[in-house]
């Protein structure tokens, strides 16, 4: 047990408590104990001054302890913070003739408040306490219905949770009580789960916003509010389509509404990180519900009466990364372990090395793949552009060898739709013809100069 | 000070003050950008919102909800070089930065202050626009410690270390408001100055008097400065105020950046508290407003240009004309004599309703009951006796009304009522800005609530190790006895001059071997300064090539009389080489013994006296008098 234990438990005080504090420098403090973060130094006192400020205080200088007031005490000076509960009163307009939808919250940064465990942010929110602290909503939609089926960070995210998701959403999307939904989420893997929904929900042509933050809502500059007040509009407007409502640009002007199956996040911290690739955006999309359609090719909306999602994911599927001297042995390795889809993310067109003399040749571990009955397909790591075999002779190789060039379909984007795929189909041919179909607008032929 | 109020009770004047001082450290405190502020113009622009969040303890701040009421959009000019990707808030802060953390724990340690023995960043809400995060980082250092005056010891607070604002270009962007959901236009800031490391101190409310301000803010001011690493320049250090007199509620002073006025500003603070607090005893504990009342027509009669000029044509907003300016006006129970109240010279109590007006709507001020009306607005009488009577005023009432479109003005005159109503109370919990020596309402006084941690900065522990190796710079005081000894010998006027302004520069060059440490103070504190009010530019002074020119004295390469023509020269972009080749070289003592016996050539019989007078009036540039009167003597 450490000295700052001992010292607390000493003087019977715990987390929140308004102590007095005399150290051995002469100080003479009061303030609320604050819960010890994990980070740092572990024997330091965190208490927090009248004045708002916290600082660490060594336990081994504190010479004197004692609770002024428990946490929660009419006397203590700062009120204790706000239980979650306390924000669950989301207002509602008495007589509301405003557009239903339904709204699913999984966690992320949009969820996040302060975590004294860590002393980082961490998702506790649920969808009725995101929206509740943007007003904003209640102008805009009604959310006739809350879920909040878990609450973790994208980077966590596993097919199992994606079906969750799918689940929910077809059943708030049948029938004709709901415009569309919101789905709000962590932004690591949000373009993964947004091409999940694309496929499972390939059925309903209702508008599905996957929204995330990239600043958390304790801070003035939350981008949150935009995203989710532009989500509000997007989930009631008639486009038909899934799509990642997020900032356009760094400014709180106005969102991209980017196709979820061909969007991606190309920055770890900014506003804008979700930016469309291989396509435009389906549509801008202001705060006050503004909406001019950007791209040419974008599905109306449609009533869904009953439909199944098809929610099956076949979790043998993995990404391979090509890169100067990787080792072809890891294509090997899936097979070994009786995986059924590789997603293999080439060089350029879509290349790997296979020079016939050279011991990192490729080319034998992917036929042997493809002769085992693993569906081979290859992406550009490029990210912007198109995979294409016929340019160089290896390339051609690789085709004939039954490598399938999935043209302009993100690398992300192919390895969903590969795992749906799978639990879709039986055989082979079917899979690589379900891998070829234009569902969800997965592949762009026509890439427009810009 | 003791001032006396209306029945002759004394009431005693309790202020501390707060220092914000910029520092010159290399970076930003929490990014790479430098700590210079940029002429350049910005090289992109960005636009954002701002939203008020509640704080740790879930508490809303009243200076955070004041400012996210008025929902205003802000517009962010990014100077190439100092503004980046944290300053944008697209990346998350750097690590604490270390030299501005040294130079904090130094000033720590000159003020005996007791440094924690963690550090945690902190988030203070800000949502006046000034930073693009909505707060401000900050961090505690050190508590206690204290600071000697003459009128008595001013007890430390806190001393701690933060980022400062963003500096504001605009207080309104063009097209702001328009859309969306019709906002007040907001303010557009540079980011250059965004982050640049602050060492804010605060003292406790130990002050008395306003001459006791003025020299703790001094003194602690020239122990900054002796740290070598602050910035210097207008703007550079600035003074929060915390002024209450006896009994009365503590009144922030925000910006008083002359610390020649600020003794004159903490008494009229004072004396203004002191007469609202004696207002507040004839003031209603009740008052009651009427409905805001449309008096555009009214208005429309007086004979003020600018009121004609504001009032739109066909006055009275309609469904049509949401936005028409007319003219609005509310009751205010009670409040007749009142309003006109002086508190200060031309300072009356009206003058504070009007301050709230303007700070809650952005309205330009008030017209009040309390008025010449005739004389300042042209409103007749007759006019003014309809306002009352429109605004059903009975005896011993006021009425208060605003030229503005009609939702600004519902929104000023109901902040005028609320001031009114709490008038009784007398001195108010506010902050107020430092206009000159006065003061003026700015926003509500913002509590503990707005400190957040911030999430995104690990804590940094103080080892005691690291803090012993901090080392104290001399004070203003030892430096100035330093210089009037050896090696340096100067004055005891110039010893403090230098020892306040140019210590740094002044040792680095009296290192050069040989050199004349007063030479170098004159020049300093006087020869540049001059030269500089002659037009010249004296940013081209480097420390290089100072040290050149202080060398080239050292070695007698030019008199002490060519030092003025040879900075100059180097203001223009020369080097002093080339100022020296031109002409002002100082001449051999070989070269003064030839001038000397060509001069007795050309005069035969000529006195010392005139034979000296004579060649330093044409060589007083390159001739040393030294070695001119040893020629002359024949030595």
């Given at each position: 047990m450490n000295k700052l234990v001992r010292l607390l438990e000493k003087a019977n005080a715990s987390g929140l408590d308004r102590v007095s504090v005399k150290t051995s420098d002469g100080l003479k403090l009061e303030g609320l104990v604050m819960p010890r973060i994990?980070?740092?130094?572990?024997d330091c006192l965190i208490l927090k001054m009248d004045s708002g400020y916290n600082a660490g205080f060594a336990a081994g200088k504190i010479d004197e302890l004692k609770v002024v007031a428990k946490a929660?005490?009419?006397?203590?000076?700062a009120k204790a913070p706000a239980k979650?509960?306390?924000?669950?009163?989301?207002a509602k307009p008495e007589t509301n003739n405003l557009p239903k939808i339904a709204m699913i919250a999984t966690g992320g940064t949009i969820a996040s408040v302060v975590d004294y465990a860590t002393g980082g942010v961490r998702w506790k929110l649920d969808a009725e306490q995101i929206a509740t602290a943007i007003p904003e909503l209640s102008n805009r939609v009604d959310i006739a219905a809350f879920h909040s089926p878990f609450r973790i960070s994208s980077e966590d995210m596993t097919h199992v949770e994606w079906q969750k998701i799918a689940e929910v959403c077809a059943k708030e999307l049948?029938?004709?009580?709901?415009r569309g939904a919101i789905i709000t989420h962590g932004t690591d893997t949000l373009h993964f789960t947004a091409a999940a929904m694309s496929f499972m929900l390939s059925q309903y042509k209702k508008p599905v916003a996957l929204v995330g933050a990239?600043?958390?809502?304790?801070?003035?500059?939350?981008?949150g509010i935009m995203n989710m007040t532009c989500a509000a509009a997007y989930a009631t407007s008639d486009i038909g389509e899934k799509a990642i409502v997020?900032?356009?640009?760094?400014?709180?002007d106005y969102c991209y509404a980017a196709r979820a199956t061909k969007v991606?996040?190309?920055?770890?911290?900014?506003?804008?990180?979700?930016q469309p690739i291989n396509d435009t955006p389906l549509a801008k999309v202001w705060p006050d519900g503004k909406i001019e359609k950007t791209n040419s090719c974008i599905a109306t909306r449609e009533e869904v009466e009953s439909a199944k999602p098809l929610v099956g994911f076949d979790p043998k599927v993995a990404i391979v990364k090509v890169y100067p001297?990787?080792?072809?042995?890891i294509v090997e390795f899936y097979v070994s372990k009786k995986y059924k889809g590789l997603i293999v993310e080439g060089t350029g067109l879509g290349h790997v090395?296979?020079?016939?003399?050279?011991?990192?040749?490729w080319l034998p571990a992917i036929k042997r793949a493809v002769e085992a009955g693993v569906y081979v397909g290859m992406t550009t790591q490029c990210i912007s552009g198109k995979a294409n075999q016929f340019v160089y002779s290896p390339a051609r190789q690789l085709s004939q060898a039954g490598?399938?060039?999935?043209?302009?379909?993100l690398t992300e984007t192919a390895y969903v739709k590969l795992g749906w795929a799978l639990a879709q189909k039986k055989n082979q041919k079917d899979v690589a013809e379900l891998m070829a179909a234009n569902i969800a607008g997965e592949y762009n032929e026509r890439h427009e100069y810009y | 000070m003791t001032l006396t109020d209306h029945t002759g009770s004394k009431q005693e004047l309790k202020c501390g003050i707060e220092i914000h001082q910029r520092l010159a450290t290399k970076h930003k405190l929490f990014c790479g950008c430098r700590t210079v502020l940029d002429e350049a113009p910005a090289k992109a622009t960005v636009r954002r919102r701002l939203t008020a969040v509640t704080g740790e303890l879930g508490v809303l701040d009243p200076a955070a909800k004041f400012e996210a009421g008025r929902k205003r959009e802000f517009e962010y000019l990014l100077p190439e070089n100092s503004a980046c990707l944290v300053d944008t808030d697209e990346e998350p802060p750097f690590k604490l930065n270390s030299e501005a953390l040294e130079t904090a724990l130094q000033v720590a340690k000159m003020l005996h202050s007791t440094v924690v023995d963690e550090i945690f960043v902190m988030r203070k809400t800000v949502v006046?626009?000034?930073?693009t995060s909505g707060f401000q980082r900050t961090a505690l250092v050190a508590l206690g410690g204290y600071v000697d005056t003459s009128f008595g010891r001013v007890g430390i607070q806190t001393v701690c270390i933060e980022e400062e604002s963003s500096g504001i270009v605009n207080a309104a962007i063009k097209g702001?408001?328009?859309?969306?959901?019709?906002n007040a236009a907001g303010a557009t800031y540079r980011?250059?100055?965004?982050?640049i490391p602050l060492v804010e101190i605060a003292t406790d409310p130990?002050?008395?008097?306003g001459a006791q301000a003025k020299e703790a803010a001094f003194k602690i001011g020239t122990m900054l400065r002796s740290t070598g690493k602050v910035q210097r320049g207008i703007g550079t250090i600035r003074q929060d105020l915390n002024v209450s007199v006896s009994g009365g509620n503590r009144v922030e002073v925000k910006g008083a950046q002359e610390l020649d006025v600020l003794d004159r500003l903490v008494d009229n603070e004072a004396k203004r508290q002191s007469a609202v607090a004696a207002l507040a005893k004839k003031a209603p504990k009740k008052v009651d407003a009427s409905d805001v009342v449309d008096v555009t027509a009214l208005f429309a009669?007086?004979?003020?240009p600018f009121i004609k000029k504001a009032i739109?044509?066909?006055?009275t907003a309609t469904a049509n004309s949401p936005n028409a300016v007319g003219a609005y006006a509310i009751s205010l129970s009670g409040f007749a004599g009142l309003l006109g109240t002086e508190l200060l010279e031309n300072r009356r109590f009206g003058t504070e309703l009007s301050a709230y007006a303007k700070a809650a709507a952005g309205v330009g001020g008030i017209i009040h009951s309390d008025e010449d009306l005739q004389a300042k607005?042209?409103?007749?009488n007759d006019t003014a006796a309809q306002i009352a009577k429109a605004t059903e005023c009975k005896k011993g009432d006021a009425w208060v009304a605003v030229v503005a479109d009609k939702r600004k003005a519902m929104a000023a005159l109901a902040a005028v009522h609320s001031r009114a109503s709490v008038a009784?109370?007398?001195?108010?919990k506010e902050t107020r800005r430092a206009v000159g020596e006065k003061t003026e309402y700015m926003r509500p006084l913002p509590g503990s609530a707005r400190m957040y941690p911030e999430t995104d900065v690990p804590p940094v522990a103080i080892a005691s190790k690291m803090l012993q190796e901090v080392e104290i710079p001399k004070t203003f005081e030892e430096k100035t006895a330093d210089y009037q000894?050896?090696?340096?010998?100067?004055s005891a006027e110039m010893a403090a001059r230098i020892a306040k302004d140019y210590s740094e520069q002044f040792e680095t060059y009296a290192?050069?071997?040989?050199?004349?440490a007063n030479f170098i103070a004159t020049t300093l504190a006087e020869t540049i300064t001059a030269v500089r009010r002659k037009?010249?530019?004296?940013?081209?002074?480097s420390q290089a090539a100072l040290s050149e020119f202080f060398e080239c004295y050292a070695q007698k390469?030019?008199?002490?009389?060519?030092a003025v023509p040879i900075i100059e020269g180097v203001c223009t972009g020369k080097g002093v080489d080339e100022t020296l080749a031109s002409g002002l070289a100082r001449l051999s003592k070989k070269q003064v013994a030839e001038l000397v016996a060509k001069k007795k050539a050309e005069k035969?019989?000529?006195a010392a006296n005139a034979l000296f007078g004579e060649i330093i009036r044409d060589y007083r540039l390159v001739v040393d008098p030294a070695d001119l009167s040893a020629a002359v003597e024949g030595k």
């Amino acid at each position: 047990m450490n000295k700052l234990v001992r010292l607390l438990e000493k003087a019977n005080a715990s987390g929140l408590d308004r102590v007095s504090v005399k150290t051995s420098d002469g100080l003479k403090l009061e303030g609320l104990v604050m819960p010890r973060i994990e980070y740092g130094d572990q024997d330091c006192l965190i208490l927090k001054m009248d004045s708002g400020y916290n600082a660490g205080f060594a336990a081994g200088k504190i010479d004197e302890l004692k609770v002024v007031a428990k946490a929660g005490a009419a006397s203590t000076k700062a009120k204790a913070p706000a239980k979650e509960t306390a924000t669950k009163t989301a207002a509602k307009p008495e007589t509301n003739n405003l557009p239903k939808i339904a709204m699913i919250a999984t966690g992320g940064t949009i969820a996040s408040v302060v975590d004294y465990a860590t002393g980082g942010v961490r998702w506790k929110l649920d969808a009725e306490q995101i929206a509740t602290a943007i007003p904003e909503l209640s102008n805009r939609v009604d959310i006739a219905a809350f879920h909040s089926p878990f609450r973790i960070s994208s980077e966590d995210m596993t097919h199992v949770e994606w079906q969750k998701i799918a689940e929910v959403c077809a059943k708030e999307l049948s029938g004709e009580e709901n415009r569309g939904a919101i789905i709000t989420h962590g932004t690591d893997t949000l373009h993964f789960t947004a091409a999940a929904m694309s496929f499972m929900l390939s059925q309903y042509k209702k508008p599905v916003a996957l929204v995330g933050a990239q600043r958390s809502p304790d801070r003035g500059s939350f981008d949150g509010i935009m995203n989710m007040t532009c989500a509000a509009a997007y989930a009631t407007s008639d486009i038909g389509e899934k799509a990642i409502v997020m900032h356009a640009t760094t400014n709180d002007d106005y969102c991209y509404a980017a196709r979820a199956t061909k969007v991606r996040k190309m920055h770890s911290s900014r506003r804008d990180a979700f930016q469309p690739i291989n396509d435009t955006p389906l549509a801008k999309v202001w705060p006050d519900g503004k909406i001019e359609k950007t791209n040419s090719c974008i599905a109306t909306r449609e009533e869904v009466e009953s439909a199944k999602p098809l929610v099956g994911f076949d979790p043998k599927v993995a990404i391979v990364k090509v890169y100067p001297s990787s080792d072809p042995e890891i294509v090997e390795f899936y097979v070994s372990k009786k995986y059924k889809g590789l997603i293999v993310e080439g060089t350029g067109l879509g290349h790997v090395p296979m020079d016939p003399g050279h011991k990192s040749s490729w080319l034998p571990a992917i036929k042997r793949a493809v002769e085992a009955g693993v569906y081979v397909g290859m992406t550009t790591q490029c990210i912007s552009g198109k995979a294409n075999q016929f340019v160089y002779s290896p390339a051609r190789q690789l085709s004939q060898a039954g490598v399938h060039y999935l043209s302009d379909m993100l690398t992300e984007t192919a390895y969903v739709k590969l795992g749906w795929a799978l639990a879709q189909k039986k055989n082979q041919k079917d899979v690589a013809e379900l891998m070829a179909a234009n569902i969800a607008g997965e592949y762009n032929e026509r890439h427009e100069y810009y | 000070m003791t001032l006396t109020d209306h029945t002759g009770s004394k009431q005693e004047l309790k202020c501390g003050i707060e220092i914000h001082q910029r520092l010159a450290t290399k970076h930003k405190l929490f990014c790479g950008c430098r700590t210079v502020l940029d002429e350049a113009p910005a090289k992109a622009t960005v636009r954002r919102r701002l939203t008020a969040v509640t704080g740790e303890l879930g508490v809303l701040d009243p200076a955070a909800k004041f400012e996210a009421g008025r929902k205003r959009e802000f517009e962010y000019l990014l100077p190439e070089n100092s503004a980046c990707l944290v300053d944008t808030d697209e990346e998350p802060p750097f690590k604490l930065n270390s030299e501005a953390l040294e130079t904090a724990l130094q000033v720590a340690k000159m003020l005996h202050s007791t440094v924690v023995d963690e550090i945690f960043v902190m988030r203070k809400t800000v949502v006046d626009g000034s930073a693009t995060s909505g707060f401000q980082r900050t961090a505690l250092v050190a508590l206690g410690g204290y600071v000697d005056t003459s009128f008595g010891r001013v007890g430390i607070q806190t001393v701690c270390i933060e980022e400062e604002s963003s500096g504001i270009v605009n207080a309104a962007i063009k097209g702001a408001g328009a859309e969306g959901n019709g906002n007040a236009a907001g303010a557009t800031y540079r980011l250059d100055r965004l982050g640049i490391p602050l060492v804010e101190i605060a003292t406790d409310p130990d002050i008395k008097s306003g001459a006791q301000a003025k020299e703790a803010a001094f003194k602690i001011g020239t122990m900054l400065r002796s740290t070598g690493k602050v910035q210097r320049g207008i703007g550079t250090i600035r003074q929060d105020l915390n002024v209450s007199v006896s009994g009365g509620n503590r009144v922030e002073v925000k910006g008083a950046q002359e610390l020649d006025v600020l003794d004159r500003l903490v008494d009229n603070e004072a004396k203004r508290q002191s007469a609202v607090a004696a207002l507040a005893k004839k003031a209603p504990k009740k008052v009651d407003a009427s409905d805001v009342v449309d008096v555009t027509a009214l208005f429309a009669k007086a004979s003020a240009p600018f009121i004609k000029k504001a009032i739109s044509p066909g006055g009275t907003a309609t469904a049509n004309s949401p936005n028409a300016v007319g003219a609005y006006a509310i009751s205010l129970s009670g409040f007749a004599g009142l309003l006109g109240t002086e508190l200060l010279e031309n300072r009356r109590f009206g003058t504070e309703l009007s301050a709230y007006a303007k700070a809650a709507a952005g309205v330009g001020g008030i017209i009040h009951s309390d008025e010449d009306l005739q004389a300042k607005y042209g409103i007749s009488n007759d006019t003014a006796a309809q306002i009352a009577k429109a605004t059903e005023c009975k005896k011993g009432d006021a009425w208060v009304a605003v030229v503005a479109d009609k939702r600004k003005a519902m929104a000023a005159l109901a902040a005028v009522h609320s001031r009114a109503s709490v008038a009784h109370e007398g001195v108010v919990k506010e902050t107020r800005r430092a206009v000159g020596e006065k003061t003026e309402y700015m926003r509500p006084l913002p509590g503990s609530a707005r400190m957040y941690p911030e999430t995104d900065v690990p804590p940094v522990a103080i080892a005691s190790k690291m803090l012993q190796e901090v080392e104290i710079p001399k004070t203003f005081e030892e430096k100035t006895a330093d210089y009037q000894k050896k090696p340096f010998g100067l004055s005891a006027e110039m010893a403090a001059r230098i020892a306040k302004d140019y210590s740094e520069q002044f040792e680095t060059y009296a290192q050069i071997s040989g050199i004349d440490a007063n030479f170098i103070a004159t020049t300093l504190a006087e020869t540049i300064t001059a030269v500089r009010r002659k037009g010249a530019d004296t940013s081209k002074l480097s420390q290089a090539a100072l040290s050149e020119f202080f060398e080239c004295y050292a070695q007698k390469k030019f008199t002490k009389s060519a030092a003025v023509p040879i900075i100059e020269g180097v203001c223009t972009g020369k080097g002093v080489d080339e100022t020296l080749a031109s002409g002002l070289a100082r001449l051999s003592k070989k070269q003064v013994a030839e001038l000397v016996a060509k001069k007795k050539a050309e005069k035969p019989g000529i006195a010392a006296n005139a034979l000296f007078g004579e060649i330093i009036r044409d060589y007083r540039l390159v001739v040393d008098p030294a070695d001119l009167s040893a020629a002359v003597e024949g030595k």
